[in-house]
């Protein structure tokens, strides 16, 4: 039994596009719709012999003469048949290539997706949401769970865009930095540390409170060996920032948390930032989005608001800082 094969006219066209190049195709079309060969050599900016030398390889490459020039220009009737499918084909490559996404914040329709850890919601995303909704009244705003670890898992998730620890961005997406912050210590008001400046000593005689050993490490990075930090008896440990001043609130704690936090909760709560005496390291948070995405006008607005809202925001008061 024989094989059916594909028609020869099939065959000889696919061969005949894997030795076309796009600079064929514009010479063609000039050639097509110019009165001369002069002329077509100038519409597409290359001189005559160069024009002259396309011509022949469109020759060969069709097996057709496609046009002849004299007193006037004569298409062949397989050149009248690919003068308008040649424009036509050239208007989709160029609307291809130049392919632009309109984005309009102000009437866009659209949702959102944004992962930060949880303290960063608080602290950031509660201060920049006003001028978002302003600014792009129709957006609707997802914010999904956080998750340590790997950065690239975020977008596995459906982010847009991450906030996430300096220490944890992945180098292989595109980064800007956003913020920098700082540990700091907060204690109830009442609290006998409450209103001095707290030498290490009395910091690591007292209970602490602080977050799950990997969110500490994510949003912090480690603590050197002999930072007072790393030295603390934390007696409580719990998965939410959000939990950290109403452990504070009425209790002999210390807890630890972002300066950025600490004082957000110290303008609203009862509970006060200690003043260290001495020095702490900072730690960086940055914005994270997929290289292939990095054009998309939605991707550009947002690290654009987002940026703005982080240097609006202005340095947090800290006295140990």
Same mark, same amino acid.
């Given at each position: 039994m024989g094989y059916l094969s594909e028609p020869s006219t099939l065959i000889e066209g696919r061969r005949r596009l894997r030795r076309l190049n796009i600079n064929l195709l514009y010479a063609l079309d000039a050639l097509l719709h110019e009165p001369s060969l002069t002329a077509a050599a100038h519409s597409i900016a290359i001189s005559q012999p160069a024009m002259s030398m396309k011509l &022949?390889?469109? $020759?060969?490459l069709f097996g057709d003469e496609l046009v002849v020039f004299g007193e006037r220009r004569q298409l062949t009737a397989l050149g009248?048949?690919?003068h308008q499918r040649v424009g036509r084909l050239l208007r989709e490559v160029d609307d291809t290539f130049n392919l632009?996404?309109?984005f309009d914040p102000a009437t866009a329709r659209q949702t959102v997706t944004v992962t930060a850890p949880e303290v960063v919601e608080l602290m950031f995303f509660s &201060? %920049?949401?006003? &001028?978002? $909704?302003?600014?792009?009244?129709? %957006?609707?705003?997802?914010? %999904?769970p956080f998750v340590h670890g790997s950065a690239r898992h975020l977008f596995d998730r459906g982010a847009d865009i991450a906030i996430v620890p300096e220490a944890m961005a992945d180098p292989d997406l595109c980064t800007l930095p956003l913020l920098d912050h700082a540990p700091v210590a907060l204690v109830c008001a009442s609290h006998p540390l409450a209103g001095g400046r707290v030498d290490v000593e009395d910091f690591l005689a007292a209970p602490h409170a602080a977050v799950h050993e990997d969110m500490e490490r994510a949003i912090f990075g480690d603590f050197a060996a002999d930072s007072p930090f790393a030295r603390r008896r934390v007696v409580v440990r719990t998965g939410l920032h959000s939990m950290l001043p109403a452990l504070a609130i009425g209790s002999d704690l210390i807890v630890t948390t972002s300066n950025w936090f600490a004082q957000h909760q110290a303008a609203v709560l009862p509970v006060t930032i200690l003043d260290l005496r001495w020095p702490r390291m900072t730690a960086g948070l940055v914005l994270q989005w997929q290289p292939y995405r990095d054009k998309e006008p939605v991707i550009r607005w947002l690290v654009a608001e987002l940026k703005r809202g982080a240097d609006g925001i202005g340095r947090p008061i800290d006295a140990a800082l």
């Open positions: &022949r390889q469109l $020759r060969e009248a048949a690919l632009a996404l309109a &201060r %920049i949401m006003p &001028r978002l $909704r302003a600014v792009a009244p129709e %957006i609707g705003w997802k914010m %999904i």
